[in-house]
């Protein structure tokens, strides 16, 4: 069991480009989230996902955020027009159905310049 | 001892002692808590979780404490060693539904450990 596969590891990108990070969950998971974290900080809820739907959204910005778990694929969290503030790091997480407790990712650390 | 920095605040213990991380949690309608242990660049690695209907559960050579009247969770390692160097986040769910999660996390405290 490979676990919470996340990539890139580290992304660069330049202020308006765009940001697609990947998360592909545990196998026999269904559940999928993204978090946030600056330095220093704890991790902020953005998004919680289950196959083709979007079950909470609170945590994300209304503009340049989406995030979308595709019946075949990885999530995938998608940055528009990144700017520096966006540089953070972004961890994935998934579970089971009905199975408190989440494994995350190694992240992906996004630096804007 | 404990101190509190820019951030995140901090605790200093000698290798070998007891520590405990200490968390206070917002919402008293929470049902499952759980401790996740952050080592420099890599993501949160679960120690140890409790449901709301449990005031104690011991692991490995740690042990999380409940107390639901004062909303305060903490994390109690014994036998400290150098490897226990990391951040430690209490999460609380905040799922409304069985298995319908939204874990959210406290600020972390960094442990360390001296030699």
């Known amino acids: 069991n490979a676990g919470v596969m996340q990539n890139p590891r580290h992304l660069v990108r330049r202020r308006g480009q765009e940001a697609r990070l990947r998360c592909s969950p545990m196998k026999g998971h269904s559940h999928v989230y993204w978090y946030r974290q600056l330095p220093e900080e704890g991790l902020k809820f953005m998004v919680y996902?289950?196959?083709?739907?979007?079950?909470?959204e609170s945590g994300m910005p209304k503009e340049r955020f989406s995030a979308e778990f595709p019946k075949e694929g990885p999530s995938i969290l998608r940055i528009q027009q990144v700017v520096r503030g966006d540089s953070a790091a972004y961890f994935c997480?998934?579970?089971?159905?009905?199975?408190?407790?989440?494994?995350f990712g190694s992240g992906t650390r996004l630096t804007v310049v | 001892g404990e101190s509190v920095g820019l951030h995140l605040p901090t605790l200093s213990v000698q290798e070998g002692d007891n520590s405990i991380i200490n968390c206070a949690y917002s919402?008293?309608?929470?049902?499952?808590f759980i401790w996740y242990k952050q080592e420099s660049g890599k993501g949160p690695q679960f120690i140890i979780d409790i449901r709301s209907n449990m005031d104690k559960r011991q692991g490995q050579r740690v042990t999380v404490l409940l107390n639901k009247t004062v909303k305060h969770l903490s994390l109690q390692i014994a036998a400290t060693q150098p490897g226990d160097s990391a951040v430690y986040f209490c999460a609380e769910n905040m799922g409304q539904d069985q298995g319908a999660q939204k874990l959210v996390f406290g600020q972390g405290t960094r442990l360390t450990i001296n030699p």
């Open positions: 919402n008293s309608a929470s049902d499952y």
């Open positions: 997480a998934s579970s089971q159905a009905g199975i408190y407790g989440y494994t």
């Open positions: 996902l289950q196959k083709e739907n979007i079950i909470d």
